[in-house]
């Protein structure tokens, strides 16, 4: 990137932030009526077009157009300054207009600064001309694209370090969820630009205060916190006036008295929206004074002064009519036409040059490939006779891999069997033992009615239909058990699901605990868990995932049966425990198998995830468990597998699944 003039990184956050107190504002205008420099009066000049953007419209561009204009006319000798001063003060021009409402303008002037900053190769020009662009995508309403154009404005405005107007396409974005009405992401974004502002309150230039106050207010607002909202709304109008922000007071003002409005307040709601009405005049802020006359018109209308509300409604027709009137609306849409076809332009030109580059390497490349053509041609017979020798071991190769691949699922399978017959057994003994009770109380009944004791025959008969309900419960447990496991053992359809991961964890637990007990029943371990209770359903493939828990508690019972084998004749205090721990972090859920096994020696922690690498005894494993559970997380899923643990220490393996 082309480093800009030191006076350009020293008036940009003036351009961009800044107002004008009367007293700056005399020293400015004496400054600039003594300048002797040309390049001095531009400097001036910018300066107070941009500190009355958000207080005097018609004097911001007053002065823009000047500096403009004295700007065109500079010597060859200040070449580079009035190329990076011309686009910086097109953007600045550009932003003016459109607080006028001058939608069409703004985006032409945007679009001349950002190819400006683009042929100087000027990173900081590129991205304030991206955030601006931006900001009349947000105002036509098209917010993917304007959220697409703050994006590329914050990754640019952090390369070049400037932090204020960082965080001033954080907040953009968060206004952007505002008016999409995603409430939580609205808020945390807001917050993010307000916590930095608090912790640099005396800096007024990096941020613009008011906005950010209404800004806060409305993410409160819209999470049903009208307390906070409208606290806000009036800190913010306080800073505005400190500032003498007016747009932003018209701002504050009027989101103040569309929450009165909403809270059945109308006297408050009237109050605000004529300050609004009042400020917004003051600088020609056309939207502002749509919005604020359009409420006043509905509260008049509630209150049944028809004049007063037909008045206001025509104020706002007239407003929308110069701000998207059909004469507007085909200007926007000729520029935006325009524009399209001169990066259509741009592109052809550099494709044609790309393909007079390619042509003149496919020359070449062919004079070289003649040449060894010639060189390849004398070993082909030799490599012929190689070729055939590798086919055969490629093919051997892959009979095997296809056969350890089976095996590694044919032992998962025995897991999983293993695990819903000890699962399935506890309901079918209920089944059983009630089965034989009812047998016996239905004979008794039998002998209480020979006896005519019909009493006593009824009492029993309220046994036997306990118990038949008991059996009903029982069995209905064993069917879903059955369902259920087999729902995950079946292969995957590769179809993601909204799951529980804390449910699909524990299932998977117990599955693996139950099948390693069916083989070894002297084995015993802690089951230690500790879910998350606010973890959110994630899209997920149920059968993939499960697999992956199961191999991954296998291998954990296996270290700590292993340990405890050892443990006979060195450790007697020795107890296995398999520790599991789900939570969210960020915008992922983490699940966390930790054991208190032998662990994982340091020589081979690079090595577990490969393919056919195994620790176990010959014939105990094929090396594919923990790569199968490797591309099912992070291929498939598009998560992490971290594994921690030291030899004799016990491991940990931390998976990450995106929410």
Not at 135 to 156: I, P
Request: with cysteine.
């Amino acid at each position: 990137m082309k480093k800009s003039l030191l006076i350009f990184l020293i008036t940009l956050p003036l351009y961009v932030f800044a107002q004008i107190s009367p007293k700056k504002e005399s020293e400015l205008k004496r400054q600039f009526a003594k300048a002797a420099h040309d390049t001095t009066k531009i400097n001036i000049a910018g300066q107070l077009g941009g500190s009355y953007r958000f207080s005097n419209i018609d004097s911001s561009m007053v002065y823009l157009n000047r500096a403009l204009k004295m700007n065109d006319k500079l010597p060859n000798q200040y070449a580079t300054f009035a190329v990076q001063k011309k686009a910086y003060l097109l953007s600045l021009r550009g932003a003016t207009e459109l607080e006028a409402g001058r939608l069409p303008e703004s985006l032409q002037s945007q679009f001349e600064a950002y190819r400006i900053g683009k042929d100087l190769n000027d990173e900081s020009i590129m991205a304030i001309a991206l955030n601006r662009i931006g900001n009349t995508y947000m105002e036509l309403g098209d917010y993917t694209k304007a959220n697409d154009y703050y994006v590329q404005s914050k990754n640019l405005f952090k390369a070049v370090g400037n932090t204020g107007m960082y965080y001033n396409e954080v907040s953009n974005i968060g206004n952007i969820y505002d008016l999409l009405k995603v409430p939580d992401s609205t808020l945390y974004y807001q917050t993010l630009v307000y916590n930095a502002h608090i912790k640099n309150p005396q800096n007024r230039y990096d941020f613009t205060i008011p906005e950010i106050m209404f800004r806060m207010g409305n993410a409160y607002k819209l999470n049903g916190d009208t307390n906070k909202a409208m606290n806000f709304y009036k800190r913010g109008i306080a800073e505005a006036n400190i500032d003498n922000d007016i747009r932003n007071l018209t701002m504050n003002n009027l989101f103040l008295a569309k929450l009165y409005n909403e809270l059945k307040v109308p006297d408050s709601a009237m109050k605000y929206a004529r300050n609004a009405m009042q400020s917004g005049r003051a600088v020609s802020f056309r939207k502002g004074l749509y919005d604020a006359s359009l409420l006043l018109s509905d509260l008049y209308k509630n209150k049944g002064e028809y004049n007063n509300a037909h008045q206001y409604l025509s104020v706002a027709m007239a407003e929308k009519d110069s701000l998207m009137g059909a004469e507007r609306f085909r200007e926007l849409q000729k520029i935006v036409l325009n524009e399209q076809e001169r990066q259509r332009e741009a592109t052809a030109k550099r494709i044609a040059l790309q393909n007079s580059q390619r042509q003149y390497v496919l020359i070449a490349g062919i004079c070289i490939f003649l040449i060894i053509v010639f060189i390849l041609y004398r070993n082909n017979r030799q490599n012929k006779r190689i070729n055939k020798k590798l086919e055969s071991t490629l093919t051997n190769l892959k009979s095997t891999q296809s056969q350890l691949i089976q095996s590694e699922k044919m032992a998962s399978l025995g897991e999983l069997t293993a695990g819903i017959a000890h699962e399935i057994q506890n309901p079918l003994n209920f089944v059983n033992n009630f089965s034989d009770v009812s047998i016996e109380l239905l004979e008794e009944m039998q002998e209480e009615i020979d006896k005519g004791d019909i009493e006593e025959a009824n009492a029993i008969a309220v046994d036997i239909k306990q118990n038949l309900e008991k059996i009903a419960h029982h069995g209905r447990r064993a069917d879903g058990i059955v369902k259920g496991m087999l729902q995950h053992s079946q292969s995957s359809t590769g179809q993601k699901e909204l799951t529980d991961i804390n449910e699909l964890t524990d299932e998977f637990l117990r599955l693996a605990y139950h099948g390693l007990r069916a083989k070894d029943k002297t084995f015993n371990a802690d089951l230690v868990t500790n879910f998350s209770e606010s973890l959110p359903k994630i899209p997920v493939i149920p059968q993939d995932i499960g697999r992956v828990l199961l191999n991954l508690f296998n291998n954990a019972f296996y270290a700590t049966q292993e340990k405890s084998k050892q443990s006979q004749f060195t450790i007697s205090s020795y107890k296995p425990v398999i520790k599991v721990t789900t939570w969210q972090k960020d915008n992922a859920i983490m699940i966390a198998i930790k054991d208190n096994g032998n662990g994982i020696p340091n020589a081979i922690k690079d090595k577990i995830l490969q393919p056919f690498f195994t620790t176990k005894p010959t014939g105990a494993g094929t090396g594919l468990g923990l790569s199968l559970s490797y591309d099912i997380v992070v291929k498939a899923h598009g998560g992490t597998i971290e594994i921690i643990g030291n030899e004799g220490e016990g491991a940990e393996f931390t998976i990450s699944l995106p929410v």
